[in-house]
């Protein structure tokens, strides 16, 4: 198997010492992947993304992105401009008020001429479905805008992966719908490695791979088809199964239909016409 | 809602020059003003500032904006100013108030002295990002470290605080709001306690302010941002990239 | 208690300083039961709230409680004196020392004594599934974010507000918390209280609205009876708005030619409505 995108071997956190906020984490995504990471609040996704983008010491454990290693103080920058990440609350991630300015912030830091940074800017709005925007005021922008201005911010610098922190949890359905479509053209057209902590089991049940925490472990790991399929598990971790999940087997119980119940709306007519 | 940071995208000379000289060069400009009392030395210095706002390119609207939003302060501060100066050789006395000339143009001058530390204020936010903003603190306050003076720390402070004001202004607005409505009071009959709970939001505009620095950190650490030393010891090109 | 609004107005000024409606012509009556609250942000939702609760005038239009003018005298002090907002993020609104005295505070403030105070914050955090002996003297920082949540939710409930008002309460909440806070609000009706709720969530909405207003650039675009809007997808995209999860999909099903009986809004009533569809129920 070639180089990952991100490798966790047992991982561990405590916050506060001897609590553990994360046990023996471990998670392998592949280049190009679109990984979900479920929990409830506590189940200890944010401080797992955190740890990809060497945000918080590495107590324990190895993470590595793209062959770089987190822990090393040397590679801090370089971990950072290979792993960008878009967090919660889309006010609190802005540096400047005017959108182009924002941008530009990251390849800046990353020693980009003024010129260039210009340039990354611009190409990472158009990206993100917000060609022009360079000139406006940030508190102008719906919540879905302003999450993509984050997430344009975060492309400027050119990461291979890009960590989405509960980034949808804050905005409406529309932003929501907006954010993901922006990540889906970003993965098509640059490859992007994306890793999603989310509690929504619709965005979920798009991924390639759902990982699910629960109080600070990885409970489950595997295909959206596999782990979303399980309700016993993902109520054992505070999570609500997918609606169409549920629906299915509602009609499994019924004696109505047969078979590995659909994860997705698509999934469900094609099980129930097929 | 705009930000008050209000940078105006433009290119003009004022926005190429450094922020530490347009700190040191507002803090000049300001010192003129306050300086300046008879009617030609003030009308010299509005010609100044007139001549700065021509020269940064942002336009007379962008300006005034801050300005204009004291209006009404400005308006009470000439009507006491005009009213409670003075006595001798009023115009009009009403009760204790008395109209003087004298107190007038007082007023006037307390009026356009503030009206031109704003626009001033505004100019220079107007024409310098915010990050700008923050390296230029950073390069006044440079010569204080060596005191001990936490120059870093205060840097940073000026930019969270001038990216989060409008922010917070709103939240508070929102906090009065939401205590009001817990206290069960009609909003007109209760100053007293209006009074008490101003001291209450305190807390949580504190913790919410807290808050928010450290979410925006964390956020502009993904970022790659770095304090400048350990930016020079990771990598001594960068400085030269940016000049 | 029941609040009538008639052609609310409220203007607010825009980057430019032009004039920007926030409400426009807002005729709406309340009465009992939850009524949802649905348009993107930035369509009035939080302003009509805060015109209802009396802490925002608008700029013409009235409104009446239970009949009595609310803008002074004695229908603004039925409204101060009955009136529960429940802000976005409400946690961010903590400033005691304890758990309990954060309950107590609004209780207090209102005349109650030490003791029907602590029994009603008791009460209160009761419905949201979290207990006072267990986190009275706790610090409200110190709790996780769901847990903030509900304690900040309780504070509201405990002065058993006649008219409560909340907005996106369920917004950022895991599962878990969400559907106590969402039980909480159903309470809250059955004791009587009228509510509006305002949410993204049309599942949320599903569970606990009988009926729904949605709102768009200050303006009711829709306003009926919650099953009829939220279960019909097709209406609710219309309007730019989201459907609950189970309209949709009955929607999808619908399409690729299988039947589906009525509007279902939860995942047992779309099993009931596929199966009524195929003759099996």
């Known amino acids: ?274 | 809602m705009r930000g008050v940071s209000g940078y105006v995208w433009a290119d003009s000379p004022l926005h190429r020059m450094g922020a530490g000289a347009k700190l040191a060069g507002l803090v000049a400009c300001v010192a003129l003003v306050v300086l300046a009392s008879s009617p030609l030395e003030l009308l010299l210095v509005c010609a100044l500032v007139a001549a700065l706002v021509a020269l940064s390119r942002v336009g007379w609207r962008s300006a005034a904006r801050s300005a204009w939003g004291l209006r009404w302060f400005l308006l009470a501060v000439l009507v006491m100013n005009a009213f409670f100066f003075g006595a001798e050789d009023p115009v009009i006395s009403v009760g204790p108030a008395h109209l003087t000339v004298a107190g007038a143009a007082q007023g006037v001058r307390v009026v356009v002295r503030t009206l031109l530390v704003v626009v001033l204020g505004t100019l220079l936010t107007a024409t310098t990002r915010p990050q700008e903003l923050i390296d230029g603190v950073r390069a006044l306050l440079r010569p204080l470290a060596r005191v001990g003076f936490p120059a870093e720390a205060a840097a940073l402070a000026v930019g969270v605080t001038v990216q989060f004001v409008p922010t917070l202004l709103r939240e508070s607005r929102q906090l009065m709001r939401a205590q009001t409505i817990r206290c069960g009071t009609v909003v007109s009959h209760a100053i007293m306690r209006r009074a008490v709970s101003y001291m209450r939001l305190l807390v949580p505009i504190f913790v919410s302010a807290i808050r928010r620095a450290d979410e925006l950190s964390v956020a502009m650490e993904a970022r790659g941002y770095r304090l400048p030393p350990s930016r020079r010891a990771a990598d001594g090109g960068e400085r030269e990239m940016h000049a | 208690m029941r609040l009538t609004l008639e052609g609310i107005r409220l203007t607010y000024e825009g980057p430019a300083g032009e004039r920007v409606a926030a409400l426009d012509d807002v005729s709406l009556e309340v009465s009992g039961g939850v009524t949802g609250l649905m348009g993107q942000t930035g369509s009035g939702k939080t302003t009509l709230l805060e015109v209802m609760a009396g802490v925002t005038r608008p700029d013409a239009g009235r409104m009446l409680v239970d009949g009595a003018e609310a803008s002074h005298g004695a229908g603004a002090r039925a409204i101060a004196s009955s009136v529960g907002l429940v802000f976005q993020i409400p946690e961010r609104q903590f400033f005691e020392p304890t758990v309990a005295d954060e309950l107590a505070f609004g209780l207090l403030a209102r005349g109650a004594s030490g003791k029907e105070a602590r029994e009603r914050s008791a009460h209160a955090l009761s419905l949201m599934g979290l207990s006072l002996d267990e986190l009275g003297r706790r610090s409200p920082f110190a709790l996780s974010g769901g847990q903030q949540r509900r304690v900040a939710v309780a504070s509201v409930l405990a002065t058993r507000p006649g008219l409560l008002l909340l907005d996106e309460p369920t917004a950022g909440l895991d599962p878990r918390a969400r559907d106590a806070c969402l039980a909480a609000v159903a309470a809250a009706a059955r004791e009587g209280a009228t509510v509006v709720m305002a949410s993204h969530d049309a599942n949320a909405l599903a569970s606990v609205a009988d009926r729904v207003v949605c709102l768009d650039a200050g303006r009711v675009t829709l306003d009926g009876p919650a099953r009829e809007l939220l279960g019909n997808a097709a209406l609710m995209r219309d309007h730019g708005l989201e459907a609950a999860c189970a309209a949709r999909a009955a929607a999808a099903l619908r399409r690729s030619g299988v039947a589906v009986e009525g509007n279902p809004l939860t995942a047992e009533e779309l099993a009931r409505a596929v199966l009524r569809g195929r003759g099996l129920a």
């Not at chain 1, 019924?254 to 016409?273: D, F, I, K, Q």
């Open chain 1, 1 to 274: 198997m070639g180089e990952m995108a991100v490798e966790a071997r047992g991982v561990c956190h405590a916050y506060v010492p001897g609590r553990q906020d994360l046990r023996d984490v471990s998670l392998d995504v592949a280049p190009g992947e679109l990984v979900a990471i479920v929990g409830e609040n506590g189940s200890g996704k944010t401080t797992l993304a955190r740890h990809i983008n060497a945000l918080i010491p590495l107590q324990e454990g190895e993470i590595r992105v793209f062959g770089l290693d987190v822990s090393d103080p040397a590679l801090v920058w370089e971990v950072r401009r290979t792993c960008g990440m878009v967090f919660q609350n889309p006010e609190n991630q802005f540096v400047s008020s005017v959108v182009g300015e924002d941008v530009a912030f990251g390849p800046l830091n990353f020693g980009a001429a003024e010129k260039d940074a210009r340039a990354a800017a611009a190409a990472a709005l158009a990206a993100v479905g917000l060609p022009g925007f360079e000139r406006r005021d940030v508190h102008g922008l719906s919540g879905g805008q302003q999450q993509r201005v984050a997430l344009a911010g975060v492309l400027a610098s050119g990461p291979r992966v890009i960590v989405l922190d509960e980034a949808t949890s804050m905005i409406d359905p529309r932003g929501r719908d907006e954010l993901m479509a922006a990540v889906s053209r970003v993965r098509r057209e640059r490859g992007t490695t994306v890793v999603w902590v989310t509690h929504d089991m619709e965005l979920a049940a798009r991924a390639d791979r759902v990982v699910v925490m629960r109080a600070g472990e990885v409970a489950a790991a595997g295909a959206p088809e596999d782990v979303l399929a399980d309700e016993a598990l993902l109520e054992g971790a505070g999570l609500e199964p997918p609606l169409v999940v549920r629906a299915w087997h509602e009609l499994e119980r019924a004696g109505a239909v047969r078979g590995p119940a659909p994860v997705t709306v698509e999934g469900l007519v094609s099980a129930l016409c097929g």
